[in-house]
């Protein structure tokens, strides 16, 4: 038996040109070393994340170190065990000539999204931790994975988005260089309102409200003389990290609104509609009935 082992294990089968022969052995170790080669990375890429998350890089820059040290030291591996057992690169050419089919065939999309997935991490146009919007939908981006980005929705449900996507279309990036995000809040007074006071009170409550930046600074804009209302727009600056933070401070600039509006007696606008009768001339009022069965009483 062990004869029959020894025999297998000498197979040749791959003959080079150059009158060289792999055997069996040699591709089994190849392979046992790939394979201890890949776990051992994978603990090293565990361990240089570890420390990284003690230092004061970001979490996107972070991760694309801890990707480009796993595929440094999986490649070094792979090279160091050709190179112990003497197996020129030439041996894996028919392989690799037939990755290279199928990849031309059959994995356009994975490799696009694969070199997606590295120009994402190296350019940075979206990191870890940004809150973007693509296509309607909103989130922060939690993963740059080798494939896909996943994204947490603002609902809580997590999207996974293909690299090239990213690149490819529009994607607006509320976070990309600050978090500072311009507000605006619609209000409509009433006609006959002084609208001088209605400016005062609006420019008070945006200097009073926590979380509007000082600079720069609020604005009051008296915009248009509606239908049913004079227009106000209030501007202010904010740092949101998230749709949820611009909404919780629009909404209590509103609740401030309509508690000082109350107090100094300025009413809050809303679409009305006047009719004008002529009570001096009289009104001819018909009762039409709309059976004509009844009429002619059947």
Same mark, same amino acid.
């Given at each position: 038996?062990?004869?029959?082992?020894?025999?297998? =294990?000498?197979?040749?089968?791959?003959?080079?040109?150059?009158?060289?022969?792999?055997?069996?052995?040699?591709?089994?170790?190849?392979?046992?070393?790939? *394979?201890?080669?890949?776990?051992?990375?994978?603990?090293?890429?565990?361990?240089?994340?570890?420390?990284?998350?003690?230092?004061?890089?970001?979490?996107?820059?972070?991760?694309?170190?801890?990707?480009?040290?796993?595929?440094?030291?999986?490649?070094?591996?792979?090279?160091?065990?050709?190179?112990?057992?003497? *197996?020129?690169?030439?041996?894996?050419?028919?392989?690799? +000539?037939?990755?290279?089919?199928?990849?031309?065939?059959?994995?356009?999309?994975?490799?696009?999204?694969?070199?997606?997935? &590295?120009?994402?991490?190296?350019?940075?146009?979206?990191?870890?931790?940004?809150?973007?919007?693509?296509?309607?939908?909103? +989130?922060?981006?939690?993963?740059? +994975?080798?494939?896909?980005? !996943?994204?947490? !929705?603002?609902?809580?449900?997590?999207?996974?988005?293909?690299?090239?996507?990213?690149?490819?279309?529009?994607?607006?990036? &509320?976070?990309?260089?600050?978090?500072?995000?311009?507000?605006?809040?619609?209000?409509?007074?009433?006609?006959?309102?002084?609208?001088?006071?209605?400016?005062?009170?609006?420019?008070?409550?945006?200097?009073?409200?926590?979380?509007?930046?000082?600079?720069?600074?609020?604005?009051?804009?008296?915009?248009?003389?509606?239908?049913?209302?004079?227009?106000?727009?209030?501007?202010? =600056?904010?740092?949101?990290?998230?749709? !949820?933070?611009?909404?919780?401070?629009?909404?209590?600039?509103?609740?401030?609104?309509?508690?000082?509006?109350?107090?100094?007696?300025?009413? *809050?606008?809303?679409?009305?509609?006047?009719?004008?009768?002529?009570?001096?001339?009289?009104?001819?009022?018909?009762?039409?009935?709309?059976?004509?069965?009844?009429?002619?009483?059947?």
């Amino acid at each position: 038996m062990l004869n029959e082992f020894q025999t297998i =294990w000498q197979l040749p089968i791959i003959r080079l040109g150059s009158g060289q022969t792999v055997v069996v052995g040699q591709m089994v170790l190849v392979l046992a070393i790939l *394979i201890v080669g890949y776990l051992a990375s994978k603990l090293v890429e565990r361990f240089i994340a570890r420390r990284l998350a003690h230092t004061n890089l970001t979490a996107d820059a972070a991760y694309a170190l801890k990707r480009i040290s796993f595929y440094a030291l999986l490649v070094t591996v792979a090279m160091l065990a050709l190179s112990l057992l003497q *197996i020129p690169l030439t041996a894996f050419a028919f392989i690799s +000539g037939a990755i290279a089919i199928g990849v031309g065939f059959g994995a356009q999309n994975i490799i696009n999204n694969f070199i997606s997935g &590295w120009i994402l991490m190296f350019e940075r146009p979206v990191r870890i931790g940004d809150f973007i919007e693509l296509d309607e939908q909103q +989130g922060v981006v939690e993963t740059v +994975g080798n494939r896909s980005t !996943r994204i947490r !929705r603002t609902d809580g449900v997590h999207i996974l988005v293909p690299n090239s996507q990213l690149l490819e279309r529009k994607v607006i990036n &509320w976070t990309l260089v600050d978090f500072d995000i311009r507000s605006i809040v619609r209000v409509g007074v009433a006609y006959g309102s002084p609208i001088k006071l209605v400016a005062d009170l609006i420019l008070q409550i945006l200097r009073e409200t926590p979380g509007i930046k000082e600079k720069p600074g609020p604005q009051v804009i008296f915009e248009d003389f509606g239908d049913n209302a004079l227009i106000f727009d209030a501007y202010f =600056w904010s740092e949101v990290h998230a749709e !949820r933070d611009r909404r919780i401070l629009c909404s209590e600039v509103r609740f401030r609104i309509d508690e000082l509006f109350a107090e100094h007696g300025i009413a *809050i606008a809303f679409p009305q509609r006047d009719l004008h009768m002529n009570t001096l001339s009289p009104l001819e009022i018909r009762l039409v009935d709309s059976d004509p069965t009844i009429a002619r009483g059947d």
